[in-house]
């Protein structure tokens, strides 16, 4: 490895960091198994690039679950810990976002619902959740660019808007934290179900 041009061992250090490569001194360079040991830098090429089609669904199925559960703590803690300017600022975004829905765009409402979202992340004033939130939506908006059709929303979205913001402004978490839930549930339902349709009617 010491003897391999620059660009190479580039790369290496790059597999290295996502935990598909391990190299040791005397020892070279080993392949891991990357269902064990990747991280979730992994989930969007796998999802784009992966071979076993049943796989790749499965793994969408748990990141909409592993989002829904963050979307509720991120909406909890924003209702506990929002400051004033927070609150005015998902104000704003939740109304520019209302605004995009007669066009129809799922691309530009897929990036005004994760602009809604990232400041509602900021409000939460958590490190935690920032840190997991960027993981979680830097791959959602990779996949979604990719495939503006998987982007999903219901009829009562400017509602959920509208009412989730109240709840923020008021300090109401546990209200905040189940608008979200019923919403994301019904939305992720119906995309499962259509991502399920890809698949061999024995797979399903």
Not at 70 to 91: G, N, Q, T, W, Y
Not at 148 to 168: E, F, H, K, S
Request: aromatic fraction near 8%; glycine fraction near 4%; proline fraction near 2%.
């Amino acid at each position: 490895v010491e003897m391999a041009p620059s660009g190479v061992l580039e790369r290496i250090r790059k597999l290295e960091q996502h935990r598909l490569l391990t190299v040791r001194h005397g020892a070279g360079v080993t392949v891991t198994d990357f269902r064990r040991s990747g991280t979730l830098d992994l989930i969007a090429p796998f999802l784009l690039h992966g071979t076993d089609l049943r796989e790749r669904v499965r793994m969408l199925e748990d990141m909409l679950f592993a989002r829904a559960q963050v979307l509720e703590m991120a909406f909890a803690c924003a209702a506990r810990r929002a400051h004033l300017d927070d609150v005015a600022r998902i104000k704003v975004l939740a109304e520019r976002y209302v605004s995009l829905i007669e066009a129809r765009d799922h691309a530009a409402l897929a990036h005004a619902e994760l602009t809604w979202i990232d400041a509602v992340v900021e409000a939460s004033h958590s490190l935690a959740v920032r840190w997991t939130a960027n993981s979680l939506f830097d791959v959602y908006d990779r996949v979604v660019e990719r495939f503006p059709g998987m982007w999903i929303y219901q009829d009562d979205l400017p509602y959920l808007l509208d009412q989730v913001t109240r709840a923020v402004e008021r300090g109401d978490d546990e209200g905040a934290a189940g608008l979200v839930r019923g919403y994301y549930r019904r939305t992720d339902s119906t995309l499962i179900d259509r991502l399920r349709q890809l698949l061999p009617a024995t797979e399903r």
